[in-house]
């Protein structure tokens, strides 16, 4: 067979075209201007209430800092050791597990780790009078501290009846409830397929779960190095020994998240693999860290409000008037040279900080306080 058609990124002469699809695709537009601010000095980029700070790493890639939501710190530090695995005996059979680092700050920066989870139970109702009887099978919820470090090396529940958060505990909610942020899995939740290979002996051991939550260090930056590959019996950065047998309760904790894919090799892999095999991700959404939904505190809502029969509605759009479907130019794009952040957490330059963030860079620099001290 020498046809090798199927290998070209060129489109094939054979195919007859696509009804429509001499058309441009849809694109997201803003008909109303951007709703998100960009300071390029500062590398910072706020939206809604929203803001962080930008770097960029050669080893680690674009980098998160300082991640504010209405001045509270969320998240100081989100980075991914730009570095994957592929592990298995055949290259075209192989996983890829992508490692991020999240060091969130929950209220602060003493928290502990919760798993919820839920349990079966059989109860009895004796106000039931079913023809079975008045026992009944019923799911109860667990709250649970991991208050071990070791422990701490974990894998998502099976059926995901159950799930991690960072809390506070120290700091409740209106509730009585500790607020924090829950650890959920997108899509392609995995981890590494390959146990005992030696090419992966101890050079990639965070691979193995699907998060684990440590005590944070600044001898601990990253779960890897560049130069792991190359020495899997005595890599630089042996993620292992990251965890001790410390106490994590009340503590500056981080998470440490895998996504990515199983790649189990099919014919529509060429010429490009397929987008949506590619695709993985996790989620960070707030688990009682509010006393309610802050989303109603957005003006971009409508209200439509009851009305006697025959009469219209009354609607009320906040004052947040309508706009045209005409939008207005998109801007060309600017490829901006962003700041580098080293390994060892080297300082950026002391700037102001915008109100935005309601404060300074915390531990990136001290600057808490810049705008009241001069």
Known sequence: MNDTAWATRHRPNTSAARDLDHLPGPRQVSFAGLRFRVDADLQYVSWMGWGMYLGFDRDMGLSLW????????????VCSVRSTISALTVGSLHDHVINFKVDLDVAGTDNSLLYTHTVQEEVIHPWLDDDWGQTVIQQRIVHEYIQDENKALLKFPENHRGGYAIVNQAEPNRWGVPRGYA???GYSPIYNTVVGSKRLLHNANWARYNLAISRRKDTEPSSSSTWNLNLP??????????FNGENITQQDLVAWINVGMHHLPQAEDVPNTRANIATSSFFLTPLNYFDSDVSIDSTNAILINASTEGAPSNIDEYGVAAVQCMPEMVPP????????FALDYGEPAPVPVPAATGGGLGRLGELRDVQDDG
Do not use: C, M, Q, S
């Open 66 to 77: 300082d991640l504010r939501f209405l001045g509270g710190r969320i998240i100081y530090e």
């Open 233 to 242: 019996g005595a890599p630089t950065v042996d993620f292992h020994k990251f």
């Open 333 to 340: 794009y600017h490829n901006i040279k962003l700041k580098a």
């Open 183 to 185: 650890i959920r899995p």
